[in-house]
């Protein structure tokens, strides 16, 4: 027996990284010709750290350079004033001037929720990875890794070196029309997932982000919401996957959300910029406000904001005349710029300036698939349905309005565009040219393999009647900016799934979602597949998986309920009262907060909700199945400073397969928590047959409770009980510990 040990870095772990680890980005040796550089420019000495280089530049600023340095000059397309500055943007969403006297680099950011956003209106290619609730499926941090080298490195090759990317609000909401761009509905998995993507980005020599910083978790009215949360909830929901997201990957920048929490905008909120980030977390990076989201100068600044995008509207004039007057000290302008200045020296930017390469098109696109194989979620399978039989199976039908040509995409900012296509419209939706129908044929030559778009019921009945298996493509747009109504498929896709289902029983509904639909048809049909927006390459993904060359490892990181009414607020969202107009917030930065959302669900947030209101669910967080089977046994806990979790995982099926074994844990009843939490796992490759040990370190953290007393963390002395198997709602371990 193979023994495993979970090599996650967490919170303890990463700490020790991420004190010394923004250094060696920057440390290496001088290049050739670089000496008499070095003696006329010191902090061009790649050997001094960030934090020396950075404070040698300050003190060679201007006011005028300082200032230059805390504001965007514009975006593209943006409704604010035109810049008397030649535009000298990359095309990206923003750009920030560099002091060219002094080899200070201008950063360029581009949007990178999936790939890099705007590319076919520049002329340059993108690999279109899954969606970020996609990659969260995997439960991989290696994935995660992987996911954020092709950005970074794409990033570099279209001449970027910041990217906008990084989003990990949780899955408060499911019906938040962002919930694709982001990492589910538990604050361990989201916050290590992220870190792992945001460290590997960074390592491309990339300012790299995480954002929307903080309870961002719902798009209507967005710009006029006041989240109401309790400070012990935000800081264990949250701020909990943010803290760890930082500690692991390091992120330079941290964008802060266009709501206010407890009263005060995100971008001019003290607490969670001076308090918690920069001084709690030690965060050393700069705080950057998302796109118009700063209203203030004075406010902003005292705060803890560092740089306003995409304009100057605050940080421009405003912020010299502030700083002259005395109403912003020096030292204050001082940090925001020295942030600015550390961050491109910590992330390499200065060291290894942008060029622009060709894109790795090929690698992308396998990057792509096999992140795609590993973030499918098997959800039923019914009378060995799956994976399809070549040998039983000699006819398929292929029905979905786009089937024959494309795969749905997320849009918004994190759109990326299609190769070959025209830019797409702000909120179009688009189609990745992935063809299931071709895929699926691809794979069974010989067999017969027919189209049905749906769109004329009597017709695509016959043709699953026809068809040994009918294969149903439905989709569900999500985008930025706006939220779905309810869970419900549009376009009237479950009657259509329940007409083909009612032909043949032997309906497999393969779902292009952004976050968890309802399933009204469920027990009529055989199989279904959640894929998400399974980016460039899904169509190949999700032909593998049917056909059974890859084994689906995927699990939900995000619930599935029965309906929108057993929701923490089963309302719909609440519509954008829109007091001034969203244009007019964005070209004035005037806005201040018109209503209210009182999350007084407080911790209980995803499957944590369901537990503690016994409220059955649909799919579970964790769900999963597989086309082999996995048993569980010899639970361990070692309790100490590092509690460790032992157990053995074994393949009891024919075939080879990955497991990702969950550990959750209970805390004493003294503590108030939610039944039970996510505190670690594992994803083990396992061959038919084949044991292994896996042991899971338990971050003290994630055993603890924040008190909001003493604004820390604690420990509840008490009985801990610690689960372990295979999604959260199938945990056949348990051993009870004491801990103090
Ligand atoms: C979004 C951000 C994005 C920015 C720049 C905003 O509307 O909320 O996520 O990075 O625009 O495009």
Redesign the pocket.
């Known amino acids: 027996m193979k023994k495993l040990r979970c090599l996650c870095l967490g919170l303890t772990a990463a700490l020790a990284i991420s004190l010394g680890g923004a250094a060696s980005f920057a440390q290496g040796r001088l290049h050739e010709g670089e000496e008499s550089a070095a003696k006329d420019r010191p902090w061009m000495n790649p050997q001094l750290s960030p934090d020396e280089r950075a404070e040698m530049v300050l003190k060679e600023l201007t006011l005028d350079e300082k200032i230059d340095l805390v504001h965007g000059e514009g975006m593209p397309g943006w409704p604010g004033k035109v810049f008397p500055k030649a535009y000298l943007g990359n095309g990206g ?2 750009f920030v001037f560099g002091v060219e006297r002094l080899g200070i680099p201008m950063i360029q950011m581009s ?1 990178a929720a999936y790939g890099i956003r705007s590319s076919a209106d520049n002329g340059r290619y993108s690999t279109a990875l899954p969606s970020p609730i996609a990659s969260a499926a995997s439960w991989d941090p290696q994935a995660a890794c992987e996911y954020g080298a092709l950005i970074g490195r794409e990033l570099r090759a279209q001449g970027y070196n910041m990217t ?1 990317g990084g989003g990990t609000n949780i899955t408060r909401e499911p019906r938040n029309g962002r919930t694709f761009e982001y990492l589910g509905e538990d604050p361990v998995l989201a916050g290590t997932l992220v870190g792992n993507r945001i460290k590997c980005e960074q390592g491309q020599h990339v300012i790299g982000d995480i ?2 910083y903080a309870v961002n978790d719902q798009e209507s009215g967005r710009n006029e919401v006041n989240a109401v949360i309790g400070k012990r909830a935000l800081q264990e929901t949250d701020l909990l996957a943010f803290h760890i997201g930082i500690e692991i990957g390091n992120p330079a920048a941290v ?1 802060c959300s ?1 709501n206010a929490i407890n009263g005060d905008y995100s971008c001019e909120n003290k607490y969670l910029l001076t308090d918690v980030l920069k001084k709690a977390w030690k965060f050393k990076g700069f705080v950057v406000s ?2 118009g989201g700063t209203h203030s100068t004075v406010k902003s600044s005292a705060a803890g904001l560092d740089n306003e995008e995409p304009e100057d509207i605050y940080y421009g004039e405003p912020l010299k005349k502030a700083v002259q007057e005395g109403k912003v000290p020096v030292a204050e302008l001082d940090d925001h710029v020295r942030r600015v200045l550390r961050s491109e020296f910590a992330s390499g930017i200065v060291d290894y300036p942008r060029k622009r390469s060709v894109v790795d098109v090929e690698g992308g696109l396998e990057t792509s698939r096999q992140i795609a194989e590993q973030s499918i979620v098997l959800l039923k399978n019914d009378k060995g349905v799956l994976p399809l039989d070549r040998a039983k199976v000699r006819s398929i039908a292929i029905i979905g309005t786009h089937a024959d040509e494309g795969m749905i995409s997320g849009g918004g ?1 994190a759109q990326v565009d299609p190769p070959g296509s025209v830019a797409p419209a702000w909120k179009a939706h688009v189609w990745f040219p992935t063809s299931p129908l071709k895929a699926v044929a691809a794979k069974a030559p010989g067999l017969s393999v027919k189209f049905a778009s749906g769109a004329d019921p009597a017709a695509t009945a016959a043709l699953a009647k026809q068809s040994d298996v009918a294969i149903v493509f439905v989709h569900q747009w999500s985008s ?1 900016d706006y939220d779905l109504p309810n869970l419900s498929l549009p376009e009237n896709q479950d009657a259509m799934i329940d007409q083909v289902a009612s032909a043949n029983p032997r309906t497999i509904v393969v779902i292009e979602s952004g976050t968890a639909v309802t399933m009204p048809w469920i027990d009529k049909v055989s199989g279904v597949l959640e894929v998400w927006y399974a980016g460039s390459k899904g169509a190949d993904a999700v032909a593998n998986i049917l056909f059974g060359d890859v084994n689906p490892s995927g699990k939900l990181p995000m619930t599935f309920p029965r309906s929108e009414a057993d929701l923490p607020h089963p309302r719909e969202v609440i519509p954008s009262p829109s007091m001034l107009g969203k244009a007019a917030v964005m070209a004035t930065g005037e806005a201040k907060p018109t209503f209210e959302v009182h999350y007084d669900e407080g911790l209980k947030v995803g499957y944590k909700w369901y537990d503690a209101e016994k409220k059955a669910v649909l799919f579970p967080f964790g769900f999963w199945l597989a086309y082999t089977s996995y048993a569980y046994s010899e639970l361990k806990v070692k309790a100490g400073k590092q509690t460790t979790v032992t157990f053995t995982v074994k393949n009891t099926g024919s075939s080879a397969g990955a497991e990702v074994a969950q550990v959750y844990v209970a805390l004493p009843a003294d503590a108030g928590e939610p039944p039970k939490r996510l505190v670690g796992w594992s994803k083990v490759k396992l061959q038919a047959g084949e044991s292994k040990e896996v042991t899971i370190s338990i971050e003290p953290a994630y055993l603890s409770i924040f008190d909001e007393g003493s604004e820390s963390w604690k420990m509840v002395p008490g009985s801990y009980s610690f689960m372990a198997g295979g999604s959260s709602q199938d945990l056949p371990l348990v051993e009870k510990v004491m801990l103090k």
């Open positions: 969403a923003g949007d906008l954002k929307h964008m266009y998302d796109w900012s930025e």
